[in-house]
Each structure stands twice: as C-alpha cells, then as structure tokens.
C-alpha cells in the first residue's frame, strides 16, 4: 500500500499507522511542511489526503473510495483518527495535521514563493478565501481559482484552466469523497505539483464559518462546536458517524 504513496515523493523512512485499508504517516507538522516544500522544489507530483474519523469511515464504507485513498499520501487529522491510532497501535500520532492549521502553516513556513490555484466552495466564500491567502501570505500567488459547483461535463475544462497556470499548490476544497476523487481521478490531466483535499478550510479562512476557541481545540472537542453551529448539516456526520466509527476501530482491534 505504501508504494504509490512513495512514488509520490515521501521519503522511504517514513512510518506509518495501519487504520483498516489506510495507511497514514506519522509526522509531526514540520515534516509535513516539509514533505510539500520538498515536492514544490523537486517537482514532484504528490497528492494528499488529509484524513478524520468521517474520512476513515468513508472508507470502511465504500471500497472504491478507499483505493483512491490508497493512491494519495494521507495524513491525520482529529480526534478520532488519534483515538484509531492509540486504540489499535498504543501509539499517538506527533501531531493533529487537520487542514484549517497545516494549510495556513505551510503557507507562512515556506518562504519559497509558491503558484497556488484555489478549487471548490462557493464564489463567493472562494474570493473571500482568496483575498485572505492574498494579504496574510504575500509571498505566494494566488495564480487561480474556481468555484466547486460545476457539472461534470464541465471537468476538462477545469482541469484545463488549472493546468494553465501550472500551479505548485492546488487546494481542493470539495469535501470528501468528491475532493479526492477528483484529485486522484484527473491526476494525469492536471499540471500541478502538489495537491492537497482541504475540506472546510476556505469556509474557516474566508471568516463564513467560526472556529471553535482555542480551549474546545485543545479538548479535542472541535467536532461538537461544529455540530453545534449546523446541526442539520452535520448531525449525520457525527451524532451516528462517531459511534459507528468507534464500532469500526473496536472490530478491528478484535481482529488483532
């Protein structure tokens, strides 16, 4: 499993955690800032996962999905994939590597100047977004961008606008599974040098969705702050997805 992973640039020494079909490194967030300013620089096509209890459990779901996971570098994220971890390895992961911190961190680390594309969320929280990176991180460009509501007839021609520009960093902010999907599905279509599935990070950069305080963070509790700001929106995510995916890690513990 970690072959394709490897020809997308990691490095050989890098360990991972087995989480059901997945297999997630374990860095902390400098290695991970790390990993795509060493793929930006070398060019090395690297697409990245960045995976939460919900992504996991997508994955036990539905296979196919799992697979296009099995073709990205996949990194942790939250509570539940820590929990995973610990549960079935009685090992931790260094670091919480959710997108809405790595994102912004490796923006502000790499000094190297970076040609970024923005994909997904709607028009106006992207513009929002990408006035945000544009001020706060000026050393990069923002080379690109569109919004994540396009049929699928239109795909050609968003992965010709992307290739356009040639970006080193493409953000996708889709969702999962479609971000990945996308991601892994039109690799060969798209001239970018790092891609990277964000999730909700342009509704937190852009201010449209508040993040939780710094306390609820630290408690690992991000996820009620969230259920509790859209309910309808999210309570099938983590009101039934918590405890099936606490089912899920128990039977595979049992399994070891």
């Avoid at 892994?184 to 950069?205: K, Q, S």
């Avoid at 969705?209 to 996820?223: F, I, N, S």
Wanted: charged letters at 20%; a neutral charge; aromatic letters at 6%.
């Amino acid at each position: 499993m970690l072959a394709p992973q490897m020809d997308l640039g990691l490095r050989k020494d890098c360990k991972a955690v087995e989480i059901g079909p997945l297999e997630i490194m374990r860095l902390d967030r400098s290695a991970a800032v790390d990993l795509v300013q060493t793929s930006v620089l070398g060019r090395h096509k690297t697409a990245i996962a960045i995976c939460n209890a919900h992504t996991i459990l997508t994955a036990f779901d539905d296979p196919s999905f799992a697979d296009i996971l099995q073709q990205m570098t996949l990194l942790n994220d939250g509570t539940g994939a820590n929990l995973a971890s610990l549960v079935l390895h009685g090992q931790a992961f260094p670091d919480n590597l959710n997108g809405t911190d790595l994102i912004p961190s490796l923006l502000k680390s790499i000094q190297v100047p970076m040609r970024v594309f923005l994909l997904g969320a709607r028009e106006e929280v992207l513009q929002r977004t990408r006035q945000a990176i544009e001020q706060d991180y000026p050393q990069h460009q923002v080379v690109g961008c569109r919004n994540g509501y396009f049929p699928p007839e239109e795909n050609e021609a968003v992965c010709a606008q992307i290739s356009s520009v040639n970006p080193d960093l493409l953000l996708v902010a889709m969702g999962n599974p479609a971000q990945e999907r996308f991601i892994v599905e039109n690799r060969d279509r798209i001239d970018a040098t790092v891609c990277i599935g964000v999730g909700a990070l342009f509704d937190f950069m852009s201010g449209s969705v508040v993040r939780a305080p710094k306390a609820v963070q630290a408690l690992g509790l991000e996820w009620l702050f969230r259920l509790l700001q859209e309910p309808t929106r999210l309570w099938k995510r983590y009101v039934v997805g918590i405890p099936r995916f606490l089912l899920a890690i128990n039977r595979l513990r049992s399994k070891t």
